[in-house]
């Protein structure tokens, strides 16, 4: 795994097989999944979701946000960016205190990413971001100084795993 940096792993595979993929990935060292928690009880594994059952539930409105925050919950905020709008949106989300935000973006991520990293470098506030190949979890990790403090890995591979 890369030092200081935490690697999501988002499974794409059947429901069918995701035991065995995840006792594979946990012999790397995997501890965060972006995954419903009904699939991973009993196992050792945390997980990041949409779901008031994962340990940092995942909100798609400042309200639902505001809401969870309230209640002590550990929360994210997920925001698909397609213009500045959407990037002032994660920024007034930072604004209620999420533990992360989740930046997944179409076909430009390294601008925007940069200008978040910026905007929220002090904030307290986790970035994290998607990728789907390990060379583009590397580029996330080494935009700016100090790059995203996440990504979101989405993969049906456990070799790719173990290359991280």
Known sequence: MLKSKEVVIKPAISISDIHSFLTNIKRNNVKLLYLNPQLVRGQDFKTIYPSNQADIVVCETIEELKKLKSLKRSCGFAKKVSSNDDLEEIVTASEVSPDLVIIET???KIIPLENIIARLHKSGTKIYTTAS????????FAILELGVDGVIFTTDDEKQVSEL
């Open 106 to 108: 179409t076909n430009w």
């Open 133 to 140: 190949s390990i060379d583009e979890v590397r580029t996330m």
